[in-house]
């Protein structure tokens, strides 16, 4: 998480985002890394609800974390 702090601070050096923004997008990194850690991973059960009509994996390279994609793309 500390790379991605460093680039939300380098946008904020660039003008490109304000630093209300960047503390937002901080909290969110480090919720969204918190709730990582809390949820149980269940890989029997995933690959069940593909096949009882569930909602299908994510397809391979999709984006995970829209927040790490914001940065990206504002960079």
């Known amino acids: 998480m500390k790379e991605e702090i460093?680039?939300?601070m380098r946008l904020?050096?660039?003008g490109k985002l304000s630093p209300e923004d960047a503390a937002e997008l901080?909290?969110?990194f480090t919720a969204s890394e918190a709730r990582e850690?809390?949820?149980p991973v269940h890989v029997?059960?995933?690959a069940s609800e593909g096949?009882?009509?569930?909602?299908?994996?994510?397809?391979?390279g999709a984006v995970k974390?829209?927040?790490?994609?914001f940065?990206?793309?504002?960079?």
Not at 65 to 69: E, I, L, N, Q, S
């Open 6 to 8: 460093t680039r939300i």
């Open 12 to 14: 904020v050096q660039e």
């Open 26 to 28: 901080i909290d969110a």
């Open 37 to 39: 850690e809390e949820e």
């Open 44 to 46: 029997g059960a995933a």
């Open 51 to 60: 096949a009882e009509g569930g909602p299908p994996p994510p397809p391979p």
């Open 65 to 69: 974390d829209p927040f790490r994609h």
């Open 71 to 75: 940065v990206d793309f504002m960079e």
